[in-house]
């Protein structure tokens, strides 16, 4: 079966610093793998995914993440926090088995410090 | 550009009273899902749909029940609300390119 874990409910992270969301994933199969972003009151978003090919993955507004089979983690960055980037992040993890089936983590809430 | 569009937004009902929420996309998506949102627990999906006329049980069915008449328009049911499925709900759909695309969310309070 297939899980995702969000290492930190919470993370304060002061302007112009750099942002670190953990997610480890595991999967019986080569996983897709998504990072959304949700600001208050909003759906869910995409920033970025990872089905096949190049391992860094660029997203918007700056953001990257770097598969890892090895380590079976999807780590999210951003180089330097913007007090706009408040908000929830969310990794979900799928197959490509035509059903796309997500499973979400528990998600981040990310604090930006000015 | 319309996407996911849920109503109602915003709904209060007693225990045992019945409400159906409506989510309508004009993307000519083939999926569609309804999920709901608790905090601390992430997304949970609910039911998801891979066509027009068929449903498929997600991870926590019970208490609801889906439709898809029409390819663009996915319904779910609540036959007799119970104070455990106050929640935000939120639906989504997908095309073959795995992106997930979201409706605001539909908060329903069960008193």
């Known amino acids: 079966a297939q899980s995702v874990t969000q290492l930190g409910s919470h993370v304060s992270v002061s302007e112009g610093a750099l942002v670190l969301l953990r997610c480890n994933y595991s999967?019986?199969?080569?996983?897709?793998l998504f990072w959304y972003v949700q600001y208050p009151n909003q759906g869910l978003q995409l920033l970025l995914k990872y089905t096949t090919g190049a391992t860094l993955v660029k997203g918007i507004n700056g953001f990257e993440a770097e598969f890892k089979k090895s380590e079976t983690s999807f780590h999210l960055t951003k180089p330097s926090a913007h007090m706009s980037d408040a908000a929830e992040y969310f990794c979900a993890v799928s197959e490509a088995s035509g059903t796309y089936k997500y499973i979400f983590g528990t998600g981040t809430r990310l604090k930006v410090l000015a | 550009n319309a996407g996911v569009t849920q109503t109602p937004k915003f709904r209060v009902l007693k225990t045992g009273q019945s409400m159906t929420l409506l989510c309508a996309q004009d993307m000519n998506h083939e999926y569609m899902y309804w999920y709901r949102q608790d905090p601390g627990m992430g997304l949970r999906l609910i039911h998801y749909s891979v066509g027009e006329g068929t449903t498929a049980k997600g991870e926590v069915p019970d208490g609801y029940n889906v439709s898809r008449l029409k390819k663009q328009n996915f319904l779910l049911g609540l036959e007799s609300a119970a104070p455990s499925q106050t929640s935000v709900y939120f639906c989504?759909?997908?095309?073959?390119?795995?992106?997930?695309?979201f409706g605001e969310g539909s908060r329903l309070t069960v008193l």
């Open positions: 989504a759909s997908s095309k073959n390119t795995g992106e997930l695309f």
């Open positions: 999967s019986s199969v080569p996983p897709y």
